[in-house]
Structure formats: structure tokens, C-alpha cells
């Protein structure tokens, strides 16, 4: 690889996410779940729409789980697949999906950290499967996009003058 | 790791402002937070400490235009330029489409620069990601100060070009910025490429945005 991998993914593969964590909040009690990948990118959010910034709150989560996988490793952990970070009124969880992207829930007191606990691991699971299979058709290899542009040339030498 | 999303018709990229300490990165992404319209772009981030040094990173989504109907959206990363930051800036490559070093002109500042530049290959050939072949655009930061070196200079150390082995990108290539040198020539009997670089005075804001333009047209570039 001599270039950083790329991914896309379809409305199908979009629905069908939305669908597990719409479950998943339904069976919580959770307020909100979002999807960030590796990078800091979000990826979905379903749910209570939050009230903050969430490109920056993408960003720092993928930073907050890349911090603390070194941490991990550091004390002879492979890694943390789970995260906790507990406030007075307000928690969050953050969970790996296919080493490529961090599922976090964001509860209040109408959940219990054990309820997240137990019911994000059956949609763990099954995210898992959705961007494994997902990883598996597409690719993830920087050669899988080329051609989205393909002849945009002009167009790109326009908007940027 | 460029991420094209066609449920809401978005591409992804992200693109990093590297090199040694105080060359003016924060301050590329902080001209750029105060330049644009606040509709294209969101809220800039800083890890830093007290005394304003990053810390961890700085942050900064704009989005650059629409392109066959995607809206082109990049996400903008500075990483900690001292030494003993490495583990934090190894973090902030990761995934990353493009990258913009941003050198301090200062005479002084010219070990800095080199061993910014080494350590920017290191952590990319960790990853496995080859420094040359990605899109990669050098600044030449702080022109405007009287101990500025001649860019002569700064190119010869760092930015003395890469060999190509490759025959199909062994050809000619002028650098279009900087009429009569050149991005791929032949020295010698070996054929050399050079990342293509930008002066800049980042307090000013001069060159920040040719800068931005020119490593996004790169990043979109390799999508076509
Ligand atoms: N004279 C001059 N000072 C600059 C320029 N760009 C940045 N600086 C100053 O250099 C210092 C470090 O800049 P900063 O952006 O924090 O550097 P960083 O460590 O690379 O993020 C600040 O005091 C800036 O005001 C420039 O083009 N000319
Ligand atoms: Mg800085």
C-alpha cells in the first residue's frame, strides 16, 4: 500500500446500519448512537439529534479511542475494545466495529451502563458482520475509488482556480 | 482514508499539517478558520496547553465546493511539532490523504525543518504509506523575516528530491508555480520528483490558501 486504503459505502449498507442501531436504542433506553471511523469521520448518527458540534465530537473520539489503544499496548494490552466514560447525568460508550470504525452511545440516567453494556454487545456483533461483509465486497484498497472523479479533472482545476 | 458517503453525497479526505515547532502550522488553520464562511465551515478544535502550544491537535472541517454532485469535505489536522510528541503525532497520520509540511524559513530553524521532514517519513513508512506517492505539498513559512533563508537553500535540504523508478512517471514534469524548475527531471542519468512547494508569510495569510488548494487538488486528483 503506498497511499492511505479508502472506503465508501451504499444507502443499502446505510439502512441496514441505521436499522441494528435503531435496535439497539429501542432496547437501551440510550438517547443516541453515532458511528465514527478510524479517522475521525462520522460516518451515521441515529437517534436524538445531538446538540453539539458532531464533526468535532467525531474527531476527538477517534482520537480519544487511537490514544488509548497505544495506552493499551503500553501496559501489555492488545487493546481496549470497550471505553466508559462516565458523567454525572450525561455517559458515553465507545465500542470498536471491525477495527475500522467506533460505535459511540450516549445515555442519561434513563439507561444503566450494565443495559448499554449487555445490549451493544449483540449490536456489536452484528455490526461487525455488516462492515466485514461490507470491507469484503468493496475493498478498502486506495484502487477502489478511483474512477468516482474519473474526467472531473477540469471540474477540479475550476473550483480550486 | 478518503471516505465517499452516497447516502448523503459527501467525499471525505483528510489532510494534515505537519513539521518542526512554532513553524506556523496553527496559525495556517487558524487564517483559514477566520477566511472562510461560516456555512462551509465547522468549529476549529485546539488541544493545546496553557501557553497555546498543541498539544495533542488542532482541527478544522471546511468544505471546499461540490464536485459531480459530492460535496468535498476536508477535514483539516495540525499535530505537535516537539520531538516528544511523536506518539501523538504518529496518531493523527493515520488515514490521512494528504499533507502539507510547513517549514520555518528561519536560518536557524533549518536542522529543525530536516529532522520534522525525517521524522514524517519514519511514521509514514510505519503505517506503510509511501510519503512520495501520496499528495504532498511542502510551505515555505516566514518569509517575511529578515533571517529567512534563500529558498535555494531550503530546498537543497529539504526537499532534494526522491528517485523514480517507476518508467511510466519518468517524464518531464515543470512545476507550473515556479516557472523554469521542475517537479520530475532527469539529473545525471537518474530521474528525480519533487513534492511542489509554496511560500507563505501564515500571519499574514499570504500563500495559505494556494497551499490548501494545491494539496486538495492533489488529494481530489487522485479520485479521477
Ligand atoms: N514572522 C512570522 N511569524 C509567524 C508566521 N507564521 C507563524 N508565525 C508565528 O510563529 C509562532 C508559532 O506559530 P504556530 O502556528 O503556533 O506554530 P506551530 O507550532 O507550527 O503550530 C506564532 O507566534 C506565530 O504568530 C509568519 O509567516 N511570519
Ligand atoms: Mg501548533
Redesign the pocket.
Known amino acids: 500500500m503506498t497511499g492511505a486504503a479508502s472506503w465508501s459505502f451504499s444507502e443499502n449498507d446505510f439502512k441496514q446500519i441505521q436499522a441494528h442501531l435503531q435496535g439497539f436504542l429501542r432496547d437501551s433506553s440510550a438517547r443516541c448512537a453515532l458511528l465514527v471511523d478510524r479517522t475521525g469521520q462520522l460516518v451515521a448518527t441515529v437517534g436524538e439529534t445531538p446538540h453539539f458540534d458532531p464533526t468535532a465530537f467525531a474527531s476527538l473520539t477517534a482520537a480519544d479511542f487511537s490514544a488509548n489503544d497505544q495506552l493499551a499496548k503500553m501496559i501489555g494490552e492488545a487493546e481496549f475494545a470497550s471505553l466508559v466514560h462516565q458523567g454525572e447525568k450525561e455517559s458515553m460508550y465507545l465500542a470498536d466495529i471491525a477495527k475500522r470504525v467506533i460505535l459511540v452511545v450516549l445515555f442519561d440516567q434513563r439507561a444503566t451502563l450494565g443495559l448499554v453494556k449487555l445490549k451493544a454487545k449483540a449490536v456489536v456483533e452484528n455490526l461487525n458482520k455488516v462492515f466485514e461483509e461490507m470491507f469484503n465486497r468493496v475493498g478498502t484498497g486506495p484502487a477502489q475509488q478511483k474512477g468516482l472523479l474519473e474526467g472531473a479533472e477540469d471540474e477540479i482545476d475550476k473550483l480550486f482556480g | 482514508m478518503s471516505m465517499i458517503n452516497y447516502a448523503s453525497r459527501e467525499i471525505n479526505c483528510k489532510l494534515v499539517y505537519y513539521g518542526p515547532?512554532l513553524g506556523g502550522?496553527?496559525t495556517n488553520l487558524e487564517h483559514i478558520y477566520g477566511k472562510v464562511s461560516p456555512n462551509t465551515r465547522g468549529k476549529m478544535i485546539s488541544l493545546?496547553t496553557e501557553t497555546e502550544?498543541?498539544l495533542f491537535f488542532?482541527f478544522l472541517p471546511v468544505d471546499l465546493g461540490t464536485i459531480r454532485g459530492f460535496k468535498t469535505r476536508f477535514h483539516l489536522y495540525?499535530v505537535?511539532?516537539q520531538v516528544y510528541y511523536n506518539a501523538s503525532r504518529k496518531l493523527i497520520l493515520k488515514g490521512v490523504d494528504g499533507i502539507v509540511f510547513v517549514a520555518d524559513s528561519q536560518l536557524e530553524r533549518m536542522e529543525a525543518n530536516v529532522e520534522s521532514m525525517q521524522n514524517l517519513y519514519d511514521n509514514m513508512a510505519e503505517y506503510g504509506y509511501d510519503l512520495t506517492k501520496i499528495p504532498f505539498v511542502i510551505q515555505y513559512n516566514k518569509r517575511d523575516l529578515p533571517n529567512a533563508a534563500p529558498i535555494k537553500d531550503l530546498q537543497a535540504a529539504i526537499n532534494p528530491g526522491w528517485p523514480i523508478e517507476d518508467a511510466t512517471q519518468q517524464k518531464a514534469t515543470p512545476d507550473a508555480a515556479h516557472p523554469g524548475e521542475s517537479l520530475v527531471e532527469r539529473v545525471g542519468g537518474e530521474w528525480i520528483g519533487r513534492a511542489p512547494y509554496h511560500e507563505a508569510v501564515a500571519v499574514r495569510g499570504d500563500g495559505v490558501f494556494d497551499t490548501l488548494k494545491a494539496v486538495s487538488k492533489l488529494v481530489l486528483k487522485t479520485l479521477s
Do not use: L
Request: charge should be positive.
Open positions: 515547532g502550522k496553527t493545546a502550544r498543541t488542532d495540525t505537535p511539532g
